[in-house]
């Protein structure tokens, strides 16, 4: 398992760079809220919350596919949206986020861990400084 410390991961969220200009933040609530408040205090930017359900507090599917459990509080058209989850296994959370955003102009993610178009580590076994 690749423990990592939170200033470590911190440092990195400093350092990436990003090809777009982002307008947007948008985090998959729960576990994209932490890093997605990083990279809003970085790029000042507004933020907003896509809330999804699919795996409980163990990282257990709770449904077949991620299920939205509140309606989107913006409208997306036409921004330029960056993405936040904290962990990318299957990519359905992201898959059904990208597919409730359709209408920006451009939807980017972004994962603390694992396969996304910018991630700070892509690791099978990944410990998030921030759980205890």
């Avoid at 896509?50 to 709770?62: E, G, M, T, W, Y």
């Amino acid at each position: 398992m690749s423990n990592k410390n939170f200033e470590e991961v911190l440092q990195k969220v400093r350092s990436i760079a990003f090809a777009e200009k982002f307008d947007t933040i948008v985090a998959i609530a729960h576990g994209g809220i932490l890093p997605a408040t990083l990279l809003q205090q970085r790029l000042q930017l507004p933020l907003y919350l896509l809330k999804l359900s699919f795996r409980d507090a163990r990282q257990q599917p709770l449904y077949d596919h991620p299920q939205l459990t509140e309606p989107l509080a913006f409208d997306p058209a036409g921004r330029h949206i960056l993405l936040v989850e904290d962990r990318v296994k299957t990519g359905a959370s992201l898959q059904c986020a990208v597919q409730l955003l359709q209408n920006a102009a451009c939807v980017k993610t972004f994962a603390v861990n694992g396969n996304a178009d910018y991630c700070l580590y892509n690791e099978d076994c990944f410990k998030f400084p921030w759980i205890l």
